[in-house]
């Protein structure tokens, strides 16, 4: 969100989620590169869905098969989103984008 913040307009509140997901996989042109991959933003935003629908519908039974391939998940995504900011970290101190 700090990256969004600093390089951008604010995020819509009612949004917010989604919206920095999308920004995050646009680059902007003389501003800033691509932060994730849209396969990154896609896996995040599998984990975001799931923890809305969490968030609201709490008194339900989980089921549990599907908490263990939101595990599957979550491992791919925090490996495609440290890939993902180790190369906007390198292209950042590339100086292309100021």
Same mark, same amino acid.
């Given at each position: 969100? #700090? ?7 604010? $995020?819509? /509140?009612?949004? *917010? ?7 995050? +996989?646009?680059? =902007? ?10 396969? +990154? %933003?896609?896996? $995040?935003?599998?984990? =975001? #869905?799931? *923890?809305?629908?969490?968030?609201? !519908?709490?008194?339900?039974? !989980?089921?549990?098969? #599907?908490?263990? %391939? $939101? =595990? /599957?998940?979550?491992?791919? /995504? ?6 993902? $900011? ?6 950042? %101190? ?5």
């Amino acid at each position: 969100m #700090r990256i969004s913040q600093h390089f951008e307009n604010q $995020l819509p /509140a009612d949004r *917010r989620h989604a919206e920095l997901l999308h920004k995050m +996989t646009i680059e =902007i042109p003389g501003v800033r590169p691509q932060i994730l991959s849209d396969r +990154t %933003a896609e896996l $995040l935003g599998e984990i =975001i #869905r799931f *923890r809305h629908f969490r968030r609201y !519908y709490y008194a339900l039974d !989980y089921d549990w098969r #599907r908490l263990d %391939a $939101l =595990i /599957a998940v979550f491992a791919d /995504a925090n490996s495609g989103l440290m890939a993902d $900011l180790e190369g906007f970290l390198s292209k950042l %101190a590339e100086g292309e984008f100021e």
